[in-house]
Structure formats: C-alpha cells, structure tokens
C-alpha cells in the first residue's frame, strides 16, 4: 500500500496549507491526504466522497492505518451536513473552478464557522476566485506546483465578509501569486507563467486571421495577459 507520507507534489503542497485544528477533505477518494494529516499531526477529521467506489477505498486504508478513531468517512455530496462535525480546515482538491464554487455557495458553514479553506481547482481557477473575491471570502495564500507534468494552483481562503476586487488576470493567476513572482521567479513560477504565456500567444495568433476575432474581447484579454506576464518575466 503507498504510503501517505509520499504524495504527490499536489496533494502535499494541499496537506502544507491546512492550518491547525480538525479538516474536512472533501472528494478525498483514497484518503492519503487524511491519512497522511491523522498521522503527521494527530487530529481528526473527515472525509466524504460522492461515490460509494471511493468511499469503500478510502475505509480500506483508513483501517489498515489503524485510523478508525480519527477519521470518519461518508459517502455524500459537498459539504452536506459538514456543520455536525465543524471542521476547522475544508479541503476541497482536484474538482473544477465552478463545481468548488457551487459546492462552497450551497453550505452556509464556510461562512459561518469562518473555517480555512484549502482549494485546488483543476480548471476554471478565474471563476473560482471571483466567486470568493465577490462573497466576502479573502485569500490568504496561493501556490504553484508542478506535478507529473502540469501546473496546478492552490488557493487559501478565509471568509472575512469583505472580499477584494480582481482584474481579469488576477483572477486568472491569483494576485498572491502574481506578487510572488514580481518580487523573484522561481522554477517553478517561470515554467508555469511561460505555459499561459505559451498558450495565450497561440489564442492571439489563431485570431489574428479573422477581422472579428483580432478585435475581440477575448483577444484583448490575451493581449493583456501577455502584457503582464512579458513585464514579469523581464523584470
């Protein structure tokens, strides 16, 4: 059995940003994560997936690392009556932009119990954060890692009921993240910020060859994403 202490860059950039206290993991599938936190730092916790495939996995290795007593597993949807444990830590990985979203706006505990939330959008990371931006939720933290050939971001949060404004490439790139990078480039940083450089070029190219595409917003998003990750980059 893999062990916990050994996951992915993803997971283990995740398991960094927890804060102290109890966790919900949310969409937890196997469990590491849990695992690896029940062991590390002794605390409780639970975690739920939607499917009962997952579910029966994640109990699987919760017993074979004698964790019974510290981890609860449940098969349901989001963050379902998540209040009748009051995690202070919500983990929410591997899911879509939108769907984090939509699972964060149908609980009124994150907002509540003010809880940290740990969240790692797959996609849609720009919709994402102007939901929380637009809620009240405030960003604490964001990482960058690259992992098994992809970049993935991380994004902390706290409800504060004030939350910030965010331009289009803010959203898209986390302003943490964007402030990180301006003050040095790291490896990381570089790679990840030469991708979306990568890809935008591409977009803009491919519209240049239509009048109506050239002059789209769409095109002067781009032309703007370039703009600030060019400045970063030479700076």
């Known amino acids: ?14 398991a960094s940003l927890v804060g102290d206290g109890s966790f ?3 969409g937890s599938d196997h469990a590491y994560l849990a695992i690896k936190l029940a062991l590390e730092r002794g605390v409780c916790g ?17 017993r074979q690392y004698g964790l019974c007593d510290k981890i609860k597993i ?5 963050l379902d009556h998540v209040e009748d444990f009051a995690p202070d830590n919500i983990i929410i990985c591997g899911m879509g932009g939108e769907l984090i979203a939509e699972i964060l706006e149908n609980s009124e505990y994150p907002r509540s119990s003010r809880c940290r939330l740990i969240l790692q959008p797959m996609s849609m990371q720009d919709e994402l954060r102007r939901y929380l931006s637009r809620e009240g939720y405030a960003i604490s933290d964001e990482r960058v890692i690259y992992d098994s050939g992809k970049y993935y971001q991380l994004i902390a949060a ?5 939350g910030c404004v965010l331009d289009d490439v803010e ?20 790679g990840w910020l030469t991708s979306v450089s990568r890809a935008a070029r591409n977009r803009v190219d491919g519209r240049r060859k239509s ?9 002067l998003y781009d ?13």
């Open 1 to 14: 059995m893999k062990s916990p202490t050994a996951l992915t860059p993803r997971l283990e950039a995740a």
């Open 24 to 26: 919900a993991d949310i």
């Open 46 to 62: 639970i975690a739920s997936d939607l499917r009962e495939g997952p579910c029966e996995r994640a109990r699987k290795n919760v």
């Open 74 to 78: 449940y098969c349901r949807a989001g």
């Open 158 to 162: 706290e409800y504060t009921g004030s």
């Open 171 to 190: 959203a898209l790139l986390g302003p943490l993240n964007l402030k990180r990078a301006a003050a040095g480039l790291s490896d990381v940083d570089r």
């Open 211 to 219: 009048a109506a595409g050239s002059n789209s917003p769409e095109q």
């Open 223 to 235: 032309q703007s994403l370039l703009e600030r990750i060019e400045a970063i980059i030479q700076a």
